[in-house]
């Protein structure tokens, strides 16, 4: 079956403490990407990857890193979570270079105390 | 840069109701513009999408049409379900990302 797993899907941390949130796709896709949605916000994008070894900021990349050694895997990096990083997060992968048609993973509650 | 807005919710309705969901966007040129739904405790999926002026998209008997001059792209079905009962997020696809609306919560009664 075709998916985007995220793990994990509930988090609770302290500031501070760096975490990773995972994310794995099994389309051979070269395009992921990583959002966050917030309420009255929608979802805004953190960063992207358009291959492997490359990737770039989207809207809203501060206090996040992301890495892409292979193609299937692209883990979102939080090294110093603070509060105002409580969120729901979102990981995508496309078929398509320019993101379009997106699949989405079940998303990653976290919540920074 | 490029924004999108969509009515506010919730929408609550009854079963059969007609549902109009507004959505409007800003953007450079003709992006492609997309209707996602996310049903509760699932990530989003794609319902439909249009990429060029006056196309309609179509799923699940959901419409939506590509509106150059008024730069709109409303969703609506003629006769809800119960199982419509979602969150639905307009967006539309800029340079390497997609841009969502706020999304509209929708619910449906029996």
């Known amino acids: 079956e075709a998916q985007v797993t995220q793990n994990p899907r509930y988090l609770i941390t302290v500031t501070g403490k760096k975490l990773t949130v995972t994310c794995s796709q099994n389309m051979n896709h070269e395009y992921m990407s990583w959002y966050r949605q917030d309420p009255g916000l929608g979802l805004r994008q953190i960063y992207y990857s358009m291959n492997v070894e490359v990737t770039d900021k989207g809207d809203v990349p501060e206090g996040y890193k992301v890495s892409r050694k292979e193609k299937r895997n692209f883990p979102l990096i939080l090294e110093s979570p603070s509060p105002n990083q409580t969120s729901l997060y979102f990981c995508?992968?496309?078929?398509?270079?320019?993101?379009?048609?997106?699949?989405f993973g079940q998303g990653t509650r976290l919540t920074v105390v | 840069g490029d924004s999108v807005t969509q009515m506010e919710g919730p929408v609550t309705l009854s079963e059969e109701a007609f549902l109009t969901i507004n959505c409007t966007y800003t953007?450079?040129?003709?992006?492609?513009l997309f209707w996602y739904v996310q049903y509760p405790g699932e990530g989003l999926q794609l319902l439909l999408k249009a990429t060029k002026a006056d196309d309609k998209g179509s799923n699940k008997g959901f419409e939506a049409t590509y509106r150059k001059e008024t730069t709109s792209f409303h969703l609506e079905k003629g006769s809800v379900q119960v199982s419509d009962s979602a969150v639905y997020f307009c967006a539309l696809l800029g340079d390497y990302k997609l841009s969502f609306g706020a999304g509209t919560t929708v619910t449906v009664r029996a």
């Open positions: 995508a992968s496309s078929p398509f270079r320019d993101g379009t048609e997106a699949f």
């Open positions: 953007a450079t040129g003709y992006p492609s």
